[in-house]
């Protein structure tokens, strides 16, 4: 069974950074694409950014290029989000995903998901 546990978030200022981490278990980590998506009060949950297997492809919304990294380290089966001149429309509860098989990418809304961490409360005050 695919588990995901997200941590870092928090409440910051904006202008802040934060970094959050997804620890997966329960499947060939480095086999499987991964993404962060988030959801705001009210809004359709967001694809964030997407991370290929290997890590040498990324994607990311648009509303966060430049401004945030997405990363990961397969031999500790973690996924990170290096998020960087945060802004309130940053608040949301952001989730670690997980691509719905093996070798597909994570790179939109429309992305088939396997599995979902719990999520992990992103609050920037302005």
């Known amino acids: 069974q695919v588990q995901l546990v997200e941590s870092g978030g928090g409440l910051v200022q904006a202008g802040d950074s934060l970094r959050l981490s997804c620890a997966a278990s329960?499947?060939?980590?480095?086999?499987?694409?991964m993404g962060w998506f988030r959801q705001a009060p009210g809004k359709e949950r967001e694809f964030v950014a997407g991370?290929?297997?290997?890590?040498?492809?990324?994607y990311y919304g648009d509303s966060v290029k430049g401004r945030f990294t997405i990363s990961r380290d397969n031999a500790k089966n973690t996924m990170y989000l290096q998020m960087n001149s945060l802004k309130p429309e940053d608040t949301a509860v952001y989730y670690c995903?997980?691509?719905?098989?093996?070798?597909?990418?994570?790179?939109?809304?429309?992305?088939?998901?396997?599995?979902w961490g719990q999520g992990t409360q992103v609050t920037v005050s302005s």
């Open positions: 995903a997980v691509a719905n098989g093996p070798y597909q990418a994570v790179y939109s809304t429309r992305s088939r998901i396997g599995s």
């Open positions: 329960g499947l060939t980590f480095s086999s499987y694409a």
């Open positions: 991370i290929t297997w290997g890590g040498g492809n990324t």
